[in-house]
């Protein structure tokens, strides 16, 4: 054993207070996790409705799922915008956060609550406002409207998470690279950019999220063939409620875990706990 | 008003030069680019389903056109923002109530005859009658819905839904969202006041329902019939019949004797739409026998042509003859939407509890 | 402590965003507020005249609704808040304290998956869970705990653990870094002086991952008076936002122009509710409010 893992394993020692603190947290996982349990019953469940007790196990809503082209096309949709909201969100929050920090600009307080508002809007509005926005302007409704609409709604949260990093921040690594010789342009991209990668991480997960989860805004931006998920699911629950949607809920859950998970092992939420 | 013959000559002169385009060029893009669009609104679920993998593709190859279907509802709302010279839709489908709102904003004609639709010849009366903006293509009766496992006889008036033992497990919809809560309001009034308009009545006998529980869609409302959630319901009648088959539950649906009000499907053109003739011949496809009795069965929908001939199980269940249809009241949607914001302020307090 | 210097140039780093939201949200809304002030919409309907009546009709509520919304949308945004932190900062700071990089990568995953669920599935699993005939009911009653089912749903008490279920992964996820950042060696310290566990965490911990609280609150409290569509799906008519009122006034009362009155209503007084909170707790933690 390295003297790290030594380290560890004195690190947390097994008492009545540690057991209680993870029997708390396990609890609130469960929480968590509970609806999409049951999801997942929905899903192979045969019945065409949503019920309790389940009364079996059956695969055919996936196959349902995997058979029409309409959710999948929907699904790869939802990804792609989601990706590219993701980087875009990142690139336009992570700089606004910066200025908003270090920048002296008058006003922070005033522009922060700004920059935070269209969280406070029911997107319901922003769809509708961004909509006839784009009629009035002649521009339609192609996916890069779409997409700017997403990252709108998605840079509040890279500003927040990437503020709250910054805030932390100890200044002096900073001033001690510059001391020893780094440029401005090397003290940023070698050193401050590492550092506050967690947080723009966090927001980036965040904006693909919300991307990839949103619905109101695009509900009014999306064309026929153009549809992204949620609003295939919405449309199709009002009409038909059965397993297929928990199919394809469960599906895109996996996917969607699948890209933050890459995220993380290449970014690395875990360098958080360093410094 | 720009004639139908110099319509049809411009089409014609359209469609020539888009051949030509093809024959010299062969690129799809330009084919595509030649080709009229229709865009149309369409409902998800089974009938998104069956519209677009037959009755859509079938349109197109004979009209030789592309649709472009809208299935994001809500449908008025991006109408109305859109401009009244370039609508984003050439036909909207909606339930009546729409049809009539849009109305108000001139976003929808207010008559379409067998001039301009032909297949409008053999319909019922309630599909182009006074009541209706546009043309009816199907309809649905609604009425009450109930679990036949919970030793509940089946009912036989609206009143029975108001019934003690059914407290707390009946099912209605939240009123300002829902026609078919809409209609079951107006229905109150007739069955304990005045008529269809006696709102005092209404509000009276909504009270007197409570506790109730409330959904936004009728989804939802097959739903909780479909697992024991509500021992009864305000529901349509294709709501029930739709799960018929390898899962079927012990639910039925019930025509009270005071008569079934109307949830029509209704199609309707926007003054300007550019394709208006194709959006007549899409609405006199949808007339047509066949894509009447293809879509009716799909979701057991009543369809309104007179000519349309269903399978033996669906034609006992649906009103496929004029005594059947006469039990249909169709409410006054003008009247009703002139005073939405008040209803919908009242029955909220109401039943806020 | 920073002095009041003149903006530096990282501050054009704001240019992007300003762009994208000037362009985005000020004109789009910009537009939708003065529609705000008129009868229809003036630029398709020449009949459409200016008028304050959509202000008038909130402010004198003859309807007697449209306070009451506004209150029901605040009160449960605070609740939402204040649960959503409750739940999430032992998750939060268990995440960031994990040594395992493989644990951590699970919780993470635990965490957001409720995000990824879809805000109609996870509606329905909520009912599945918490109606008459859900899991919860079922399961009470079969072991006796209670002889009629809870009303757990169609009220505001479903609504809130709909909302919570939303939210507590942002909450997690804007605390976890924070949490992380936060050097275990000075709980320990506190420790090594005497201190129990309870109390370095009280003392040290929680005072310095402040900024995180802040910042999680605000999010949670934006986005759960913005919401809409899972308080209709659970609350049934019994809860009514203002979010609910907008929505209903633009897809079914096909009313563009009082929903936007009501929206600027609503912006106004959250900006007010997240300027003064922000100010408030800035001076009474010194310089570590979130300016």
């Known amino acids: 054993m390295s003297a790290r893992q030594k380290a560890m394993v004195n ?115 922003t769809g509708l406002a961004l909509f006839q926005a784009y009629l009035l302007s002649g521009i339609g409704r192609p996916v890069w409207g779409l997409i700017l609409a997403h990252t709108l709604v998605a840079v509040p949260y890279v500003i927040r998470t990437t503020l709250a990093v910054l805030h932390n921040f100890d200044r002096r690594i900073e001033e001690a690279a510059a001391v020893l010789g780094a440029s401005p342009a090397r003290v940023f991209f070698e050193v401050t950019l590492p550092l506050i990668r967690p947080g723009v991480f966090a927001g980036g997960v965040f904006a693909f999220i919300v991307s990839f989860d949103q619905f109101p805004v695009s509900l009014f931006l999306v064309v026929p063939k153009g549809e992204t998920l949620p609003v295939v699911l919405f449309n199709y629950m009002k009409f038909d409620l059965d397993g297929a949607i928990a199919a394809a809920s469960m599906v895109s859950i996996l996917l969607a875990l699948s890209v933050v998970l890459v995220l993380e092992r290449l970014i690395g939420l875990k360098a958080y706990v360093k410094l | 008003m720009i004639s139908r013959h110099m319509i049809s000559r411009r089409t014609a002169l359209r469609t020539g030069a888009g051949l030509a385009a093809v024959a010299a060029v062969g690129a799809p893009s330009i084919l595509h680019a030649q080709t009229k669009t229709l865009k149309i609104t369409t409902w998800g679920g089974k009938w998104g389903e ?61 008559k379409i005859t067998a001039k301009e639709v032909p297949n409008v010849a053999d319909v019922y009366p309630y599909a182009v009658s006074d009541k209706i903006v546009g043309v009816t293509i199907f309809t649905s009766a609604i009425g009450l819905g109930y679990r ?42 007739k069955v304990y006041g005045k008529g269809l308009t006696d709102l005092d009545a209404a509000y009276k006998a909504l009270e007197a329902l409570k506790p109730i529980k409330l959904v936004d869609f009728t989804g939802q409302m097959e739903k909780m019939l479909l697992s024991g959630e509500v021992s009864m319901g305000v529901i349509h009648d294709s709501g029930v019949y739709r799960y018929d088959g390898p899962n079927m539950q012990p639910v039925d649906f019930a025509s009270p004797s005071e008569g079934v009000l109307a949830l029509e499907q209704v199609l309707n053109v926007t003054p300007g739409s550019k394709v208006k003739e194709l959006a007549f011949a899409y609405i006199d496809y949808m007339l047509r026998p066949d894509v009447q009795k293809l879509l009716a069965e799909a979701v057991w929908y009543s369809p309104a042509n007179t000519k349309v001939k269903l399978d033996a199980k669906y034609d006992a269940k649906l009103l496929t003859t004029p005594a059947k249809v006469a039990t249909l009241i169709q409410p006054d949607w003008k009247w009703y939407n002139a005073r939405k914001e008040d209803i919908d302020a009242r029955v909220t307090k109401i039943l806020k509890g | 402590m920073m002095t009041r210097a003149r903006p530096s140039p990282i501050a054009w780093l704001v240019a992007p965003a300003a762009l994208l939201f000037v362009l985005f949200f000020v004109l789009p809304f910009g537009v939708m507020a003065v529609m705000s002030f008129y009868s229809g919409n003036p ?45 999430g900062y032992p998750l939060a700071h268990w995440m960031a304290r994990m040594q395992s990089r493989l644990g951590h990568a699970l919780v993470l995953m635990a965490v957001i998956a409720p995000m990824l669920t879809g805000i109609v599935v996870r509606t329905f699993a909520w009912m599945t869970i918490l109606q008459d005939k859900g899991v919860i009911n079922t399961l009470l009653i079969q072991w006796g705990f209670a002889d009629k089912p809870l009303p757990l749903m169609y009220n505001e008490f479903g609504t809130v653990v709909a909302l919570v279920h939303i939210y507590v992964p942002f909450m997690v996820l804007t605390l976890t870094g924070v949490i992380g950042r936060i050097d275990e060696r000075l ?72 929903a936007g009155a009501l929206g600027v209503v609503l912006l106004l007084v959250s900006l007010a509710i997240v300027i003064a909170y922000n100010r408030i707790l800035a001076r009474l933690s010194g310089e570590q409010g979130m300016a």
Not at chain 3, 44 to 69: K, L
């Open chain 2, 148 to 189: 036949t496992d919970k030793g509940l006889a089946k009912p036989t008036s609206w009143k029975d839904l108001a019934d003690p033992k059914l407290a707390g497990a009946r099912g209605g919809y939240i009123i300002p969202v829902n026609s078919l809560g809409q209609c079951h309001l107006m229905m109150l009034g």
């Open chain 1, 11 to 125: 690190k947390h020692p097994f008492d009545a207070g540690r057991a209680a603190y993870l029997a708390l947290n396990t609890l609130l996982l469960t929480f968590l996790l509970a609806p999409i349990a049951i999801v997942l019953v929905f899903a192979l469940n045969p019945t065409p409705y949503i019920s309790f007790p389940p009364v079996g196990v059956s695969l055919r809503w996936f196959e349902k799922f995997f058979a029409g082209t309409e959710f999948m096309n929907a699904l790869w949709l939802s990804l792609w915008i989601a990706g590219v909201v993701l980087v875009l969100s990142v690139l336009i929050g992570g700089a606004c956060a910066l200025a908003l920090a270090r920048g002296n600009l008058p006003g922070r307080s005033s522009l922060t609550a700004f920059f935070m508002s269209p969280l406070m809007l029911p997107a319901i509005l």
């Open chain 3, 43 to 87: 630029v398709t309907n020449p009949n459409a005249f200016a008028t304050t009546r959509h202000y008038e009709r909130f402010i004198f509520d003859t309807a007697g609704i449209y306070h009451d919304a506004l209150w029901a949308t605040l009160r449960i945004g605070l609740i939402t808040t204040i649960v959503s932190l409750l739940i």
């Open chain 2, 50 to 110: 069956v519209m677009k993998a037959t009755v859509l593709p079938a349109f197109e190859k004979e009209f030789k056109c592309t649709v472009s279907a809208d299935q994001a509802f809500p449908f008025v709302p991006k109408l109305q923002a859109s401009s009244k010279t370039d609508p984003i839709y050439d036909v909207l489908h909606t339930n009546s109530n729409e049809q009539w709102n849009s109305l108000t904003e001139g976003l929808v004609m207010a």
């Open chain 3, 187 to 258: 709980e320990q310290a506190a420790r090594s002086l005497g201190a129990g566990r309870l109390r370095a965490f009280a003392e040290v911990t929680l005072p310095l991952s402040l900024p995180g609280i802040l910042a999680g609150s605000l999010l949670v409290f934006a986005l759960s008076i913005s919401a809409y569509v899972t308080p209709s799906l659970m609350g049934g008519t019994n809860v009514l936002t203002l979010p609910m009122l907008i929505a209903q006034q633009v897809g079914t009362s096909f009313n563009p122009n009082f």
